[in-house]
Structure formats: structure tokens, C-alpha cells
């Protein structure tokens, strides 16, 4: 018997989500029931997972659960970037070796292949699912460098980029802040709140039983596994862990798994005048040439026209984040806001927030059957929305007993190496974070 050990804790209020319509009432697991399968975790891999299992099975009961509302986890705290393209947060321009990136190009493409078959079939709209590319923004010289550096890479790689100068830059942005840009075509940019919503939504309608508000206390194996809530509890045969970091909470890979809280915050909604003021595109979204750097979005769609900041990492193995950093990176989105759109003076911040990734430090998933019938979708290493949806979709072929070479592949990897005790791993860590935002420079 496992007593889950921690309970999801989010700071800050979820900006995508709280733009949105209200929800529903949410629908807590309060009865004893018996599913087919079960999975834990309603964000990118645990819907991933579901709705893979939906085609598979579809006379199966599948019952999901999650700690908290729909997309107020991680899953609706993220920048909202599905990534094709090499993204190594550890390297200075996001590439690694060429046969590596290969593989990890056609992984990540087929998990956007997959989340495109969600939206169709979920007829998420196109401001919440948007395949339209994205830019690597260099603020200065050495971000510059950075993306000249990523264009060779690429290159080398066969694929597909057009670099922007500062005027092309100002027109699409409407800031002169920037010196360059680098544009991909094949990052779909998503309002994750309202994408996990909608395919959630979607797929209730299939039959799929989506219970939030019911966090599992304890998960036992017998014949069958069973999970507790704090209302309920559920047996099923086959589970999928899709709690990323959270792998640790229910006993898996101890020492393994770096916890790391990213930061975000986003502006009331533009009045007409300060709209017309920026200029530029309406919708766009911009990497850092330096991973470190800040990654700038701008929206219009529900909610109004918006701009979000995202920048600064903290690692953090309680995965817990108390309300004065919040604050202290708070100041921080607000000079790096200032400094990108001066036109925009009086503009306040209306949410902030932090988000939990789950990093190792080889940059491996935790993937795989952990125990007998139990399956971890886990580490999505920064890029939550591309590998959950991958390793969502791989977990439920691998429970389902299907193979292809893709999961083989997936399954070949290693799994996450051992990080250094504490406290040196939360010393380290920090002190290379913190090194990486200093020389991040104007990328900040």
C-alpha cells in the first residue's frame, strides 16, 4: 500500500484559466466504484491517455482523476507552446546532437499529430489550438548569436526556419526590443486552459468519467489496484500515473526527479487605445534565444487582448512555493514587461502565478510499467504539453498491450539517473539557474 505523500499546491491563481467562462460545478468521486481503467491525473498526458483508451476501448469504463479543478494544475499554467522542434533547456540554444534531435523531432511531431486528432475531434477552436509557428526573440548580441547558432543547427537538421531583423521583428511585435527573430513553423500555440477544458469536455461526452476535486490519498495493489480519495475510492485493473513531479508523492523514482517552479504573469485586458498604441499582430508567440531569457506572449482571443510574461526557474523539492515569491518574480515580469513595451506604461499585471515542471537529469521521461499493471507517463523535462501528450498516448498503447516502433523507441531510452543528494542538488541547481538569468543579460 502506497500513502501518496504530497497533495498538489499551485501558487498564484491560473491566469489562462481564470480569463475563461466559469465551469460547471466539478464532479467529485464520492462512491465506492469499478472501472476498467483508471488514470491519475487530468493534464496533458492523463487526457492524452484517455482519449487514446477511448479508441482503443471503447465499451471500457475509463475513470480519470485529478486534485484539483480542470487546468488548474500545471497543465494551465504553461506558456502554451507544443514544441516540435529540439527545445533543451540545459543547452545555450536549445539543440543537442543530430541523430538525438532527429528522434526527438519525429516523437514530438507525432504527438502533435495526435493532439491535432484531439482538437478535431473535440472542435477545440483555433484561437485555443493554433498550428502557426513561432519565433526565437533575441534581445541582444549574444541572443543573436544564439538563434544564428540554432539557424546552423537546424539547418543541419533538414528543417524548415526563416530569421527575421529588427524591423520585421518591431512589426510583428510592435517593439523596436528586439534585434532578431527566428521562426519555425510547426510549434501549434495553445491557450491551455481552454484546450484541456475542451477535450475534457469532449471527452465526457464519449463516456469518459473526468472527477476533480479528488485527489488519491492512497493506492493499493491486490487482484485489482485500488485508489482512495477523500470521498470515494476506485478499483481497476490497469492504472496510468500521469502526475508528472508527482511520481515521487506515490513512491516512484525517489531521487530521480528535479521539481522546479517556473513563473508567469499576465496583463488586465488592453483598452482599444493601448491596442492601437502597440501595433504589431495581435496574436504571436516568442522563445528566448537564450532559454533562460523571457518568453513573451501576446493574445486576443476570450479574455481580450492580452500580453503574458514568463521568466525565472526556481528548483524547489518540496514542490512547494510560498506566496512572497510570487511577489519577488512578480517585479521581475513587471521590468521585463516594461522594458519590451514601454507604450504600455499603466498597464498593471492582473495574475501571476507559478507552475510546476518535473525535470531529470539526463532529460529521460519516467516512463514505463513501474509496478504490475501500474504505468508512469512522468518527467516531461519543461515540455509538458508535447511529451505529456506523447507519453499519454505510448502509456495507454503499452497498457493495452499494443506495440509500434514509437513506443519501442520510447521504451529504449534510459530513465532518469540519479540526481545528487540534498542539499546539494538544491544548491547546485539554484546557483546554475540563478549564473544562467545573470547571463541572460537583455534576454531577460
Request: glycine share 12%; aromatic share 8%; charged share 20%.
Amino acid at each position: 500500500m502506497t500513502a501518496v505523500t504530497r497533495l498538489p499546491r499551485d501558487p498564484g491563481p491560473a491566469g489562462w484559466n481564470a480569463i475563461l467562462a466559469d465551469q460547471a460545478p466539478p464532479t467529485r468521486l464520492e462512491d465506492h466504484i469499478q472501472a476498467e481503467w483508471l488514470i491519475i491525473g487530468a493534464g496533458f498526458a492523463g487526457l492524452a491517455a484517455a482519449h487514446r483508451l477511448a479508441e482503443l476501448h471503447p465499451t471500457d469504463r475509463i475513470v480519470v482523476l485529478d486534485g484539483r479543478r480542470l487546468a488548474e494544475g500545471p497543465a494551465g499554467r504553461n506558456s502554451g507552446f507544443m514544441i516540435d522542434l529540439p527545445h533543451d533547456l540545459a543547452s545555450e540554444d536549445y539543440g543537442g546532437g543530430l541523430d538525438g534531435d532527429r528522434t526527438t523531432l519525429a516523437q514530438n511531431r507525432a504527438a502533435i499529430s495526435f493532439a491535432t486528432s484531439m482538437a478535431t475531434r473535440y472542435d477545440i477552436p483555433r484561437w485555443a489550438f493554433d498550428p502557426c509557428g513561432k519565433m526565437n526573440a533575441a534581445a541582444g548580441a549574444k541572443g543573436h548569436k544564439h538563434n544564428l547558432d540554432f539557424a546552423k543547427h537546424l539547418a543541419a537538421l533538414g528543417e524548415e526556419f526563416t530569421l527575421y531583423d529588427a524591423a520585421k521583428m518591431q512589426a510583428i511585435t510592435g517593439t523596436d526590443y528586439y534585434q532578431s527573430g527566428l521562426f519555425t513553423p510547426g510549434t501549434v500555440m495553445l491557450q491551455p486552459a481552454a484546450f484541456v477544458r475542451g477535450v475534457a469536455h469532449g471527452l465526457r461526452d464519449r463516456g469518459v468519467e473526468i472527477y476533480e476535486h479528488s485527489p488519491v490519498l492512497q493506492l493499493k495493489r491486490g487482484v485489482l489496484w485500488s485508489a482512495k480519495t477523500p470521498l470515494g475510492s476506485i478499483t481497476a485493473p490497469k492504472v496510468i500515473l500521469a502526475v508528472n513531479g508527482h511520481a515521487n508523492s506515490f513512491g516512484h523514482f525517489k531521487g530521480r526527479l528535479a521539481h522546479v517552479f517556473t513563473y508567469a504573469s499576465m496583463t488586465r485586458a488592453l483598452t482599444s487605445q493601448e491596442v492601437a498604441r502597440l501595433g504589431g499582430q495581435a496574436d504571436w508567440g516568442a522563445t528566448p534565444a537564450d532559454p533562460l531569457g523571457t518568453t513573451v506572449r501576446r493574445i486576443s482571443g476570450p479574455g481580450g487582448h492580452r500580453i503574458v510574461i514568463r521568466n525565472r526557474a526556481t528548483y524547489d523539492p518540496t514542490m512547494m512555493v510560498g506566496d512572497k515569491r510570487i511577489a519577488a518574480v512578480g517585479a521581475t515580469h513587471k521590468r521585463s514587461f516594461a522594458a519590451r513595451f514601454p507604450m504600455l506604461y499603466g498597464v498593471d499585471m492582473e495574475f501571476c502565478w507559478g507552475g510546476r515542471l518535473c525535470l531529470s537529469r539526463n532529460s529521460a521521461a519516467a516512463f514505463g510499467e513501474v509496478d504490475r499493471g501500474l504505468y508512469a507517463a512522468c518527467c516531461q523535462n519543461g515540455l509538458g504539453t508535447t511529451k505529456g501528450t506523447l507519453h499519454g498516448m505510448l502509456a495507454a498503447d503499452l497498457a493495452s498491450d499494443r506495440s509500434s516502433a514509437l513506443l519501442d523507441q520510447v521504451l529504449a531510452a534510459d530513465g532518469p539517473s540519479r540526481l545528487p543528494p540534498e542539499p546539494f542538488a538544491w544548491l547546485g541547481a539554484n546557483a546554475l539557474m540563478r549564473w544562467g538569468e545573470f547571463r541572460a543579460g537583455r534576454e531577460l
